[in-house]
């Protein structure tokens, strides 16, 4: 049963840096790729980027110099760090593979 | 980046009725391998989304043929034959074919 699960902080500070994990099971990350997608609050949804079979990355041109998307394929982890976070950064982020399995999301507010 | 314009933004459907939604795309979604790389959602209050078609009209597995997918190149469709109230919630198109992956907007669909 493939299973995936985000977690972090649910509060990080305005121009702080955001890191979350996305735990896997139930497929292994060497022969599938992990996206991040994230949700504000009563808005529509943002795929930020995706961590490939191969390790390579892509990312969404519009944040791709805050983010950083890696792995630790023993650990069946996926990560994502994103730095100067703003106010508007504050969503539900969801790590999904292939959009058809999907976390649960964590939600990440931006406040001081 | 592709730019997905779906229309109504709400729809109002009584149970047993028909129900459609529109994805228009900026440019075409025909990928390099020849497949078309459009995907439909649903992703019901305080839940993940759930993906219920994808390569246009290519129903996931448990997904009810109610539902149906079509379309072509930059315009696509999603219809619903009978609404139940199961199917309430925001409908969101989802272009795999070029990076950055795009969604559109979200249609939510609500029972008259």
């Known amino acids: 049963q493939v299973q995936l699960k985000e977690s972090g902080p649910g509060l990080v500070q305005p121009s702080q840096t955001l890191s979350l994990t996305c735990t896997v099971s139930?497929?292994?990350?060497?022969?599938?790729?992990v996206s991040w997608i994230r949700q504000p609050p009563g808005k529509g949804l943002e795929w930020m980027g995706v961590?490939?079979?191969?390790?390579?990355?892509d990312y969404n041109s519009a944040i791709k110099s805050r983010l950083s998307i890696s792995r630790d394929t023993s650990k069946s982890q996926v990560f994502l760090k994103m730095n100067s976070l703003q106010t508007e950064d504050t969503a539900m982020y969801f790590c999904a593979r292939d959009v058809y399995y999907w976390g649960q999301g964590v939600m990440v507010t931006v406040s001081s | 980046d592709v730019v997905m314009t779906q229309t109504p933004v709400s729809l109002s459907v009584a149970i047993g009725q028909p129900a459609s939604i529109s994805c228009k795309s900026s440019q075409s979604l025909v990928g390099t391998s020849g497949k078309t790389y459009l995907n439909w959602l649903l992703q019901r209050p305080g839940q993940s989304p759930k993906r219920l078609i994808y390569l246009v009209s290519k129903l996931d597995s448990g997904i009810p043929d109610r539902f149906s997918g079509s379309g072509s190149e930059t315009d696509f469709t999603l219809k619903i034959s009978r609404v139940e109230a199961d199917d309430l919630g925001v409908y969101y198109c989802?272009?795999?074919?070029?990076?950055?992956?795009?969604f559109g907007a979200g249609t939510k669909l609500e029972l008259k």
């Open positions: 139930g497929l292994s990350l060497t022969s599938n790729s």
């Open positions: 961590i490939w079979s191969n390790g390579g990355t």
């Open positions: 989802l272009q795999g074919t070029h990076f950055p992956n795009t």
